[in-house]
């Protein structure tokens, strides 16, 4: 699989504030579910604490890792 | 014709009973589920001894508090004897289903008399605990290993619903003012405090753009209802409640699987069913339970139960729609936001309530027309639906 095709755009997204014991250290952390370039849809992380790097409905995001099973993301 | 709609026996609700619901360190989870029980079987004038079957919703008694095989180990405290006891789990909506479950019974003729109930004891757990013992009713192969918890799902699905209607922060914090205006009038309610709009948007963010006012309780506490055949019901009492439809439905569980988030097909398909089953439509429900786990999901309910158009279901909270003096009260109980969501008590416990109103026993918080009454018991992100349409005794 191509780097672009893992890549999407914003279907919807929250910021956590209030995280699940297994990830308090990560809070808070913004989490999406996009639309992938390639079809279909997955819930991702979507990385940075900076107001700029965060992620709208409709903006695009670029894959950056996978780790213990989760996608990380960044605005792109 | 529905083969179940040409054969099943009419049911009826004798007796109701709920405990209060909040935070209580003294007390255990079989303590509570055995007050409810006993409560609705003295409101049904109908001994232990005469109940022939028993289905408990509960969904983490065994993360909560570390205890399984729930179903007769509160059963056996009741009184119950050599009958069958079945635990239900499904989420949220786990009494919700239970209900179901027991109507079925007694629709088929299998049992006369049945006891439908559910209990939860979340509160001794601290609440990062208790946020990802709730994030397993989401998919944790996939969303729930994001980091995805239960406020977060309501979250996005409230972004997108904002986005696609036009839905306001206003409009969702409008639904947790009227809910806790209710819940302040209900002595069984976990949180009674009057609330502002500005208060609610100020509310300390839990996922984004959610706060603390739009998120449901944590809390302890059971419920529980009493059914029989309609034509035994005088036998027990004059103050029972018919069954005019019970349906329940599936969806996927994961967020993420769905074409649409801003709607939950389980709600629209279990309502439509409801609505054939009774004879019915939206436009003749006088009061509604709905489940308000996050103020957006009573909004999202409104229009899926067809109250109103898709995408309206904001602006008719926020006018005022919906208030006890509206024209369609919901949650008048102050709903899961305000009288507190013990979640696997919640099912039952929103029967419970309207009953209270088709009966004309709410009090301050009764409504003038109290005739046919909707409860909704939502599972998860809405991979389980449960609705009911109750109408009082004439």
């Not at chain 2, 635990?87 to 209900?99: K, L, M, P, Q, V």
């Not at chain 2, 419920?223 to 005019?244: C, H, Q, Y």
């Not at chain 2, 996050?294 to 006018?319: C, Y």
């Amino acid at each position: 699989m191509s780097l672009e095709s893992r890549d999407g755009i914003v279907y919807t997204e929250t910021i956590v504030h209030s995280p699940p014991e297994q990830y308090a250290a990560d809070a808070p952390y913004q989490l999406a579910i996009i639309d992938l370039h390639s079809g279909g849809r997955l819930t991702v992380r979507v990385l940075g604490k900076r107001a700029e790097e965060r992620a709208h409905i409709g903006d695009r995001v670029t894959f950056v890792e996978e780790k213990n099973g989760v996608a990380y993301y960044r605005k792109a | 014709m529905n083969a179940i709609l040409k054969y099943m026996r009419p049911v009826a609700v004798i007796g109701i009973g709920k405990t209060a619901f909040g935070a209580f360190p003294d007390r255990d989870l079989r303590s509570l589920a055995v007050e409810a029980i006993e409560h609705a079987l003295g409101d049904a004038n109908a001994p232990s001894s005469a109940v022939e079957a028993f289905y408990l919703g509960n969904f983490a008694g065994p993360s909560f508090v570390g205890q399984n095989h729930l179903a007769p180990y509160i059963g056996a405290s009741v009184g119950f004897e050599s009958i069958p006891c079945t635990r239900i789990e499904d989420a949220c909506a786990s009494s919700g289903s239970a209900f179901f479950h027991a109507w079925q019974s007694v629709a088929a003729g299998i049992y006369d008399v049945v006891v439908a109930a559910g209990v939860e004891k979340m509160t001794s757990q601290p609440t990062p605990r208790v946020t990802e013992i709730l994030a397993g009713a989401g998919d944790m192969s996939g969303e729930g290993r994001a980091g995805a918890t239960f406020p977060a799902l309501f979250a996005m699905i409230a972004r997108r619903h904002m986005h696609q209607y036009g839905t306001t922060r206003e409009q969702l914090a409008a639904v947790s003012v009227k809910n806790h205006a209710n819940g302040a009038k209900n002595p069984q309610a976990h949180m009674r405090k009057v609330i502002t709009l500005e208060q609610a948007l100020a509310g300390k963010p839990v996922a984004e753009p959610l706060t603390v006012y739009d998120c449901s309780l944590i809390s302890d506490g059971a419920a529980a209802v009493v059914i029989v055949p309609l034509e035994r019901a005088r036998e027990f009492t004059s103050r029972f409640a018919k069954v005019l439809a019970v349906a329940q439905t599936s969806d996927h569980v994961a967020l993420d699987t769905k074409a649409d988030i801003t709607l939950f097909p389980a709600v629209k398909s279990a309502g439509e069913k409801a609505y054939k089953m009774a004879g019915l439509g939206p436009k003749q429900i006088d009061v509604a339970e709905l489940h308000d786990c996050f103020t957006i999901a009573e909004i999202v309910a409104s229009e899926d139960l067809g109250f109103v158009e898709k995408g309206s279901g904001g602006p008719f909270a926020a006018a005022g729609c919906t208030a006890i003096n509206g024209p369609l009260p919901i949650n008048t109980s102050g709903g899961l936001k305000s009288k507190g969501h013990p979640v696997g008590a919640t099912g039952v416990g929103q029967i419970c309530d309207v009953v209270m109103q088709l009966r004309g026993d709410a009090g301050e918080r009764q409504v003038a027309r109290h005739r046919i009454g909707l409860t909704q018991n939502l599972g998860g992100s809405g991979a389980t639906c449960v609705v009911t349409i109750l109408e009082a005794a004439q």
